[in-house]
């Protein structure tokens, strides 16, 4: 039993039953002539940077209070273990446990990332292209031995095959560690360099590399240009970015010609090439950063493939401009903007350009012959469904890859003969344990939200679920940052669903499903639309029948996980039950904080309410923290990781016990932090399956069908 220590009070720790509960130690601080008291602030470690790097630094107070909500979880849910343990078993056997990547051709060999059975860890290989001998070039399960988290980011081979560039995060902070291995013997060699961001890119000569450092923050601030052998401090930083409200990213053309510096907040983007011939010049800027506006290049001989929202093209087109003189003056449309077809992403190869866009909630494939501009798209059938594009290693080549998937179809992977419009089924997705597509029903149906906006919603339940409003349902939601939520196959959903639930994604706003302006309308002082499309979502789904009030169960994660904390607050009659993974809760005060990682690039997103009066009250209106009152909450489940650098573990913790000292029911609030990894959770791919069940088995037991 642990003693209170300072942070928990003794009679928390009476029983093993009873909540624990934090100590108040009132700090307030003023804003606009406003003052705001946080009676938990003193969860927040003051030498959180060390944290991040080191855990085992955490402040003693902070750790008991932590350990002590993890004992009280693990009691509250002691009676799920032999469920979760069923749980995992049916999720692991989902899975193929010996599975492969489809090996992406480069040049004389072919790459993929392999899995053993009882791996919890991938392998990266290659072979001859046209058969022979596998090559293994990183086994990550070696790699990961003895340590509690790993985490392999990138493995990314020199353009001559000499080299292997990899990096890995062994405490879940997301500060990566880049080294540089011998493909043929296997070794390391001496280059090893901390504190990056994960990702790397190869010049053309086979020796020179470029990554992304992150300061003492957490920030990507820095691009370096390493030599192969030379030490860390030799290293040349070519590019430093002064506004921390923007972070810096490398990458690569698709025709291997240019190093690509990224700079960008949430609304605007800067681009600087390097001639990967040529890595000791200096970068080239395509077109200076103007606020608000995005864009992203691609390169085929002497021009440049731009994406951009430019000349208020919301919606995204694509323009190309000259190498020798690549800025705006210079821009020229190809593809014109379209309203309400967005425009998500660009790859251009030798002979053709591939776009991936969304129009009426739904993607599509457009391929362009650059001889003469003739287009096609692939068509798909089923009424929702996810695709997904990938470039590959090649340019001048006909062959394209793309994954399609749908609730209820496994993911496929194709090849795709961009010139005889074949495509050739290249794997699809086994599940070993049995799945047959009849047996489920997907669906897309409309809720109308409190503006009359219609929201859409991707349903996934078995055939034999009554529809009578008998049915628990699991009602997914994130609605940020512009992200889309797929309706992709997931084997994790499968298990629930197998067990009775209805699960269902709400497409809210402030995602692009409908088009830029959908998320433009759940943004800044627009943010309290994608609450009222979750709630509208719910309302729905009850009215129809699929559920009924007080039979959902909301899930999200990160900002989702803010979503979570706020129609808590907004609806608690309408959920049983709240599974908030690493939620972004407190947003207030990160938003107060420009020394975290993210808020100054964050503000586009929120709003600042530092120097923003008006800023500062409308997120005072929705922060979760900020908004728990006295009245009845749902069953709630939240879920921190120590390291997370994204949202820090403290916002978890604070909401926890704010809803402990307001809540005016008896449904159990629980945290679990996991006390060894950050923002994703467990690194291995079993280990998560385990997280997944055991949040299927407080969904399962809240629903009563545990």
Known sequence: ?????????????TKTQTPPRALKRPAAAAHHGITKTDDYAWLSADNWQEVMRDPSVLDADIRAYLEAENAHTDAAMADTEALQKTLFEELKGHIKQDDSSVPAPDGPYAYATRYETGAQHPKIVRTPREGGEETVLLDANALAEGKAYFRLADADHSTDHKLVAWSCDEAGSEFFTLRIRDAETGENLADEIPETSGRSVWANDGKTLFYVWLDANHRPCKVFRHTVGTPREDDVCIYEEKDPGFFVGVGKTQSGRYIAIDIHDHETAEVRLIDADQPTGAPKLVAPRKTGEEYDIDHRDDTLYILTNADEAEDFKIVTAPIAAPGR????????????????????????MIRLEQENSLPRIVIRRLADGVEHAIAF??????????GGYEFDTATMRFSYSSMTTPTRVYDYDMDTLERTLRKEQEVPSGHDPDAYVTRRVMATAQDGETVPVTLLYAKDTPLDGSAPCLLYGYGSYGISIPASFSTNVLSLVDHGFVYAVAHIRGGKDKGFAWYANGRREHKLNTFTDFIAAGEHLAKEKFTSRGKIIAHGGSAGGMLMGVVANRAPDLFSGIIAEVPFVDVLTTMLDDTLPLTPPEWPEWGNPIADKAAYEYIAAYSPIDNVTSQAYPAILAVGGLTDPRVTYWEPAKWVAKLREKKTDDNPVLLKTNMDAGHGGASSRFDRLKEVAFNWAFALKIAGKA
């Open 1 to 13: 039993m642990l003693l209170p220590a300072g942070g928990i009070t003794s009679q928390s720790m």
């Open 329 to 352: 003056e210079n821009w020229s449309d190809l593809v014109p903007h379209k309203p309400r077809r967005l425009i998500l992403s660009l790859t251009v190869y030798q002979n053709h």
């Open 381 to 390: 059938d089923e009424e929702a469904y996810s695709l997904g594009a990938s």
